[in-house]
């Protein structure tokens, strides 16, 4: 059959054939219409360097490409403790950013508008789009809308193994034929893709260094079952098939460390190989991989650990932070160019001048920030926003002020140079703080 045929066969070639009935139940019941998705039993069999071959091979395929075993393979690396920890590290350091709705022409923020996003639903959606960047193209819906509020509750995640982002299908069944197309309504209007840079995700690479340091640790626990625990050896005479049960059962009982029983004539030597430090062939192996990780997932090396000189903690610090500017504005993007659109389809009161983004203001404790406002409003003379203040404070005015005694006049030159250097701090503060020329 030539590649033609292969492409338009109907018998080979994946088919939309979308019914009526499936599109009223998705337009109707979004929610409902993807639970009703088939969910296959997940292989937990062990994962090994053709197994990922196969995987990559399977998602790359031309004519037929399917996520089964690649979605299976990242599951396991997920489970692995150092990758789930500088993993989790870098979505929170976005997921915990504070974030504000502003108006694009004035540039305002709006909160009444910024507290219709501080849901649980919104923050579960950053953290999904920042995971993007590990899994590769990701697909969420919304669930249906509070029947009271109008307002959407909770955002799910597409089981992956079900997406072909190639085709913009989904296959209710991941081995099957039939698929619908997301990016056509009805399904477009609450199923959402999340396309990351990589194709099939960071994990993708990470991957053969995930198998060759669990290997590591699997030889490592080998070498302990052999060398770290003492071998006992029983010695018997008699060849009587209960006798030497009777010796076996006795072994067994006595503990978990390796056993045998041979005649009373026979040698047995065993042999470490005493030219290597196996607990440094290890672990520096072990040690190797998570430094490789690290660096792959998270744009650095030793953000895990703590430690070193300034200077390394100053590159560190530069280092993670352009990697989290980088992720913020991909999730900006998402949020503007899919999000937003969405909610106003479904009655938020979002208008198409809303603009979300990441508030990076710089954040100061309540003792730093009043001592700023003592600066610019009682040696500075300027007017606060007494409304801004107290919520910057924590604290609520009354709108009274008590009357203070006016400052006397400087009696020499000498204090009133101090005072125009003072003068000149003050000004820098006011600009830094509350943008503003004095």
């Known amino acids: 059959m030539n590649i033609l045929q292969r492409i338009f066969s109907k018998k ?161 069944d991941p081995r099957g034929f039939e698929y619908f197309d997301y990016s056509q309504p009805p399904f477009s209007d609450f199923i959402i893709p999340i396309d990351g840079e990589e194709d099939l995700g960071l994990f993708d690479a990470a991957a053969p260094l995930y198998i060759i340091k669990k290997h590591s640790w699997q030889n490592w626990d080998e070498f302990e079952e052999m060398f770290g625990l003492p071998i006992r050896i029983a010695q018997t005479a008699s060849q009587d098939k209960k006798v030497l049960a009777e010796i076996e059962k006795w072994m067994q009982e006595m503990g978990s460390a390796a056993y045998g029983i041979f005649p009373s004539d026979t040698v047995l030597d065993i042999k470490e190989n005493k030219q290597t ?40 610090l530069v280092e993670q932070d352009e990697v989290t500017k980088d992720d913020m504005g991909f999730v900006e993007d998402l949020v503007n160019d899919e999000i937003l659109p969405r909610l106003r389809l479904y009655g938020y009161p979002l208008g198409e001048d809303d603009v979300f983004a990441f508030d990076n203001t710089e954040r100061l404790g309540i003792k730093e920030m009043a001592d700023v406002y003592k600066v610019v409003v009682k040696d500075m003379g300027f007017e606060v926003d007494e409304e801004e203040m107290n919520e910057r404070l924590s604290i609520k005015t009354n709108g009274r002020r008590k009357p203070t005694k006016a400052a006397e006049p400087l009696a020499d030159k000498n204090k009133q140079e101090v005072l125009k250097n003072f003068i000149a701090q003050q000004k820098a503060i006011a600009k830094l703080y509350f943008n503003k020329d004095v």
């Open 12 to 172: 080979e070639t994946p088919q939309n054939v979308v019914s009526n009935d499936l599109k009223r139940m998705a337009k109707k019941d979004p929610g409902a219409f993807m639970i009703s998705i088939i969910k296959q039993q997940r292989s937990l069999f062990n994962k090994e360097i053709n197994t990922w071959k196969a995987a990559r091979a399977e998602a790359l395929d031309i004519y037929n490409p399917k996520r089964i075993l690649l979605t299976e393979l990242y599951r396991d690396i997920e489970l692995d403790g150092f990758i789930r920890g500088i993993s989790k590290n870098r979505v929170l350091r976005v997921s915990n950013k504070p974030f504000k709705i502003v108006n694009g022409s004035t540039g305002k923020e709006d909160k009444e508008k910024t507290r219709l996003l501080h849901k649980r639903w919104f923050k579960l959606l950053i953290k999904q789009a920042v995971r993007a960047s590990y899994h590769g193209h990701s697909l969420v819906y919304f669930k249906e809308p509070d029947p009271v509020t109008g307002l959407f509750k909770q955002i799910e995640l597409v089981p992956r193994e079900h997406v072909v982002p190639e085709w913009n299908a989904v296959f209710p």
């Open 277 to 316: 430090d196996a607990f440094d062939v290890f672990y520096q192996k072990i040690k190797g991989c998570n430094e490789e990780l690290e660096i792959l997932l998270t744009g650095n090396k030793n953000a895990s650990q703590e430690g070193g000189t300034y200077g390394k903690q100053e590159a560190l």
